[in-house]
């Protein structure tokens, strides 16, 4: 049986090159096995099946680098469970998260969890890096058609916890391929303040030897620098003392902590990056890891915006996430996108930003090999939207950095297969 197949559109954007006009991609199965113009396709193969998409835009499903699918129903359950006052600063955040997922059962849990991968698929993200808190809701990724990776939140201070902690750990890497669909599985050790060195080294050591990526968020607060360089500050005042923490000794800098537990690899995926020194930006730029950017995320948390000038200038991957509706509006990755160019431009441009919710993405999450980019030899992964009216060629990179571009997601092929149809039967 023939399973090729031609798809053309006005534009196409194969994002590692200028965008096309009047072209297509010819799929064989579940890979890509040509791109160009429509017409030279059309004649090579002109006995090929064609579907000529028309006014339309095909592009590589977007990446997000950095989210929390299991909190996707928090604004519900925050609205069940009402804060005692206004949340005033990140550390407050933090404490609002942890009383109502405490009021959250497994299964709410595992709705939620539905809930944010339908919303994946339908704003075209084919690509996810999730974090998970509970092990058992593995399951739930099962049908799901994304590529990524979702990594086990591992939380823990002191002597007492290294047991308990590598336990989880040891356990969720030995199971993998039970339950999980395509995703790959990794670690996250949460942050410096939730996880002590001694512990992250030990985790660290374990991903290694069984070549685990990890994910941390770092530098993403005042409160957290604080932590670090002083021991001191809202998060031992009031996080600490909340969950029976001690006060710990200083480790210096967040990147500090990351080398002296040999965590700092090009395979670390690092989160947030706000408070980050250019010191700092050197170090992570030298060990090749990627960095995701929140910028919605951010802002909601009033925390600051990361220092992308000088990310840019020491090259360090860039990619984005939206994190988790626990803060943030939603998990479009083109709301992120608009938000980013308002914030981060000139420095970085729409293209730049394109490139990083596609093939930066992917890079970050070692799948440039298989997504990312529309070209020959990729897997057959790419969405195509339907907007009213299109812009010149030149334009198109502005006009896609908008959040309503989200609605226009008409069809999201992964693996060859149209997601959304099967989504829809």
């Given amino acids: 049986m023939d399973n090729r197949h031609i798809y053309s559109a006005r534009y196409l954007l194969p994002m590692h090159a200028a965008p096309l006009e009047d072209a297509a991609l010819q799929v064989c199965g579940d890979r890509i096995v040509a791109v ?37 129903d928090f604004p519900l359950w925050a609205a069940d469970h009402p804060a005692p006052a206004v949340t005033a600063d990140f550390v407050d955040w933090i404490l609002r998260v942890i009383s109502v997922k405490r009021q959250v059962d497994a299964a709410q849990m595992a709705t939620s969890l539905r809930h944010g991968l339908t919303q994946l698929l339908r704003t075209g993200t084919g690509v996810v890096a999730d974090i998970l808190s509970q092990p058992g809701l593995a399951t739930e990724y099962a049908n799901s058609p994304l590529l990524g990776r979702v990594d086990l939140e591992l939380i823990g201070r002191g002597q007492i916890a290294q047991a308990p902690v590598m336990a989880r750990a040891q356990t969720w890497l030995q199971t993998a391929g039970e339950g999980e669909g395509r995703l790959q599985r990794g670690l996250s050790p949460h942050a410096p303040y939730t996880v002590d060195s001694d512990l992250l080294t030990t985790i660290a050591d374990y991903a290694q030897r069984r ?11 005042a409160a957290e620098v604080e932590l670090l360089h002083q021991a001191s500050g809202p998060l031992v005042d009031r996080l600490y003392s909340t969950v029976g923490w001690t006060t710990p000794e200083p480790v210096g800098s967040a990147v500090d902590y990351l080398q002296a537990a040999e965590a700092l690899r090009a395979s670390t995926l690092l989160v947030h990056g706000v408070q980050l020194s250019a010191d700092e930006i050197r170090r992570i730029a030298v060990a090749g890891a990627s960095l995701v950017l929140c910028p919605r995320s951010n802002q909601m948390l009033k925390v600051g915006m990361a220092p992308v000038k000088a990310l840019v ?14 803060s943030n509006q939603s998990l479009s990755l083109w709301d992120e996108l608009e938000a980013a160019l308002a914030l981060y431009a000139p420095t970085l441009s729409a293209v730049d930003l394109l490139r990083m919710a596609t093939m930066n993405g992917a890079r970050a999450l070692q799948l440039s090999a298989e997504v990312g980019t529309l070209e020959p030899g990729k897997g057959a992964h790419f969405q195509l939207l339907r907007p009213e009216t299109l812009p010149a060629v030149n334009d198109l990179a502005a006009f896609l950095c908008r959040g309503e571009r989200g609605a226009e997601v008409a069809h999201l092929f992964l693996h060859g297969v149209d997601v959304l149809k099967e989504q829809n039967r």
């Fill in 36 to 72: 160009g113009r429509r017409l030279d396709l059309l004649r090579q193969s002109p006995d090929l099946p064609h579907t000529n998409f028309g006014d339309a835009i095909l592009l590589p499903p977007l990446v997000n680098a950095h989210t929390h699918l299991e909190l996707t």
């Fill in 211 to 221: 070549r685990a990526a990890l994910t941390l968020h770092l530098a993403e607060s």
């Fill in 313 to 326: 200038c020491q090259g360090v991957n860039l990619c984005l996430g939206t994190d988790s509706l626990a």
